[in-house]
T-cell receptor, first 116, second 111 residues
Framework: GAVVSQHPSWVICKSGTSVKIECRSL??????MFWYRQFPKQSLMLMAT?????????EQGVEKDKFLINHASLTLSTLTVTSAHPEDSSFYIC????????????FGDGTRLSIL | KQEVTQIPAALSVPEGENLVLNCSFT??????LQWFRQDPGKGLTSLLL?????REQTSGRLNASLDKSSGRSTLYIAASQPGDSATYLC??????????FGAGTRLFVKA
């Protein structure tokens, strides 16, 4: 089945550091990739949607300059949390989809980010 | 604005019991509905995808139904097992490339 690989799975770093998270679709070309944030015991909150080769579309309230998204190829999207602070600590999950909106999304295993 | 609600928020059942998880959505203009499983600290595993033109999908002990007109979906789990313990999320794909998630139902199956 379709596989999405997310790396790293766990990051601990100091406040002020920038952290990059990678999301790769391993056996299909992802025309659209999504980045979500999940707080403990809550559901997934969509942060942004990106299509290959174009700028990401951010949801209301998500800071573009804080969360930089790059979707340079059909198999790779990256999320960079710039100058991270403790309030950015969370579980970040990416997903990828091939084709149109009626196609299923395939999710990565998530990245737990802890900022000290 | 599409809103997805899941009831109950948490459920504890003895092993072997059949159970139903509920998902409702406010806007019937959806492309599909997907049920996921999430284990603690992990990503999402897709269980079943129902396209808007379909009424149900089955996979093993799982059966999901969709009634678009009433804005409802159910996930039926037969003969529950302790390994089924997880959070179950439903999500609807809407216009604008967005997928809206419910808050999930936390299931605990007691051995």
């Amino acid at each position: 089945g379709a596989v999405v690989s997310q790396h790293p799975s766990w990051v601990i770093c100091k406040s002020g550091t920038s952290v990059k998270i990678e999301c790769r679709s391993l056996d299909f070309q992802a025309t659209t990739m999504f980045w979500y944030r999940q707080f403990p015991k809550q559901s997934l909150m969509l942060m942004a949607t990106s299509n290959e080769g174009s700028k990401a579309t951010y949801e209301q309230g998500v800071e573009k300059d804080k969360f930089l998204i790059n979707h340079a190829s059909l198999t790779l999207s990256t999320l960079t949390v710039t100058s991270a602070h403790p309030e950015d600590s969370s579980f970040y999950i990416c997903s990828a989809r091939w084709g149109q909106v009626n196609q299923p999304q395939h999710f990565g295993d998530g990245t737990r980010l802890s900022i000290l | 604005k599409q809103e997805v609600t899941q009831i109950p928020a948490a459920l504890s059942v003895p092993e072997g019991e059949n159970l139903v998880l509920n998902c409702s959505f406010t806007d019937s203009a959806i492309y599909n509905l997907q049920w996921f499983r999430q284990d603690p600290g992990k990503g999402l595993t897709s269980l079943l995808l129902i396209q808007s033109s379909q009424r149900e999908q089955t996979s093993g002990r799982l059966n999901a139904s969709l009634d678009k007109s009433s804005g409802r979906s159910t996930l039926y789990i037969a003969a529950s097992q302790p390994g089924d313990s997880a959070t179950y999320l439903c999500a609807v794909a809407t216009g604008g490339f967005k997928t809206i998630f419910g808050a999930g139902t936390r299931l605990f199956v007691k051995a």
